[in-house]
């Protein structure tokens, strides 16, 4: 199947976008955390929304109902509604602050947040002053900054107000790069139109774009409290690894590349490029995204890479929506969202980049509902599964404290025994 390229209008590529994040956040959230492996020994192939059930090994805590996006979703579409200005963040903070409540649930309408988020959101949920900022990577923070690259601002000012959003949760300056760089391919794909393309490619040049706005106007990050100079070294560091990618045309032999590079500057060596480091799972998303081009099944391939799979098919989505257009998202996982109709209005309703108020104070109240209901849906799951008590060992752990505790007694037993005719020869030696 070929998706005809029609020109568009900027607004109509941003609604692509938004639709894409949403739908890729929703399909590849139960698959956040599993291997890739351990995905394909479970699910051969998928072709809709999955329930994580089967392979999450009796960890049911880890569920996630299938077609529920998650928190990235609901950070992005509170972000896209407010306008970019010098208070924008107080706003931000706002809303998370007065979002519903949920019982025995602390982190309120928000699904399947990260660690950092959680802070995030129990910080300003619980007002309190000073909270320390996390200064962990998060690549899921990455693809729910995307809507602030959806507004009509200069590049600089778009960029300074994804940084702004980023450092919110955390300091970590690789997810501030990562973001800024991501807002730069947004901005191009938005506007240039490209028929087709390589994101690698295109995210490379636009990095060097970036780097050369930053250098002739490094105030304008500066006043994001963040070190222009650390953000072009993440750039550079970025595109040394994007410019390994380009012709590159197999997943394995990218993954291979992106690792190695990743490793010179990590004490814990990585296997995998989707892991929560912006510096590998940016190049490895843009790659398989470029690989698969117009195939309306890239996605599922996507999400079945596992790892932080629910911000990297977001970030896929997003990006061949911009491309190909919302055809290339396919249907079914369309028709399937959770509250679709709610999130069509809002898809619909992008003016200039901008989500109206209304519609985006509506949907928070709606949100409640559909977060008590997936824990309602947890709860009654758990039920269901048998919990082991807290003292009570398994079998073979009982069998190796067992055998543990044979072995210390006989050595104990040998020793006395040894003692006790040691004693008695040298007696006899003294007699």
């Known amino acids: 199947m070929k998706i005809m390229q029609v020109k568009k209008s900027t607004d109509d590529i941003n609604k692509n976008i938004l639709l894409g994040l949403i739908v890729g956040d929703a399909l590849g959230s139960p698959f956040d955390g ?16 999955v329930d994580p059930a089967s392979a999450l090994k009796g960890k049911l805590e880890k569920w996630k109902k299938p077609g529920f996006y998650s928190s990235v979703s609901q950070f992005a579409i509170i972000a896209g509604a407010i ?46 002053p000073g909270i320390e900022i996390s200064s962990q990577p998060s690549v899921r923070i990455i693809a729910a900054s995307m809507p602030l690259s959806l507004k009509n601002y ?8 994804v940084i702004s959003y980023i450092r919110l949760f955390t300091h970590d300056v690789s997810t501030a790069a990562g973001a800024a760089s ?10 240039e139109q490209p028929p087709s393309i390589n994101y690698v490619q295109a995210c490379r040049e636009c990095n060097h774009q970036l780097i050369e706005a930053v250098d002739s106007d490094p105030g304008a990050i500066f006043k994001n409290a963040l070190n222009p100079d650390a953000l072009i070294r993440e750039l550079h560091e970025m595109n ?12 394995s032999e990218a993954e ?12 814990s060596p990585i296997t995998r490029a989707t892991v929560n480091m912006p510096l590998a799972f940016i190049p490895y998303t843009l790659l398989i995204s470029t690989i698969h081009r117009d195939d309306p099944g890239a996605l599922f391939h996507a999400a079945m890479e596992g790892g932080s799979a629910a911000a990297l098919t977001a970030l896929s989505a997003a990006v061949r929506a911009a491309v190909y257009g919302s055809g290339i998202l396919p249907e079914i996982l369309v028709r399937n969202l959770a509250n679709r109709k709610k999130i069509m209005a809002i898809v619909n309703s992008l003016d200039n980049g901008l989500i109206p108020v209304a519609l985006m ?13 997936e824990l309602e849906e947890l709860k009654a799951k758990q039920k269901h599964v048998k919990k082991k008590p807290k003292n009570e060992l398994s079998r073979t752990d009982k069998e190796s404290r067992l055998s543990h505790y044979v072995v210390e007694s006989w050595t104990k037993l040998d020793k006395a025994k040894w003692k006790k005719e040691q004693k008695k020869m040298d007696k006899k030696t003294r007699a």
């Open 34 to 49: 599993l291997g890739k492996g351990h995905i394909h020994t479970h699910f051969k192939t998928i072709d809709n929304y």
């Open 83 to 128: 306008k970019v200005r010098d208070t924008w963040t107080e706003s931000f903070r706002r809303y998370i602050a007065n979002s519903p409540e949920i019982n025995e649930y602390r982190f309120g309408i928000f699904r399947y947040p990260d660690s950092i988020e959680k802070k995030f959101i129990a910080g300003t949920k619980e007002h309190e």
């Open 154 to 161: 200069s590049l600089l000012e778009q960029v300074g107000a």
């Open 182 to 191: 991501v807002s730069s391919l947004l901005r191009y794909l938005a506007r």
């Open 240 to 251: 040394e690894i994007l410019s390994r990618l380009i012709s590159i045309q197999n997943k």
């Open 256 to 267: 291979a590349i992106i690792c190695a590079s990743m490793n010179k500057r990590l004490k």
């Open 361 to 373: 104070d509506e949907f928070i109240q709606t949100e409640a509902s559909l977060t008590r209901k």
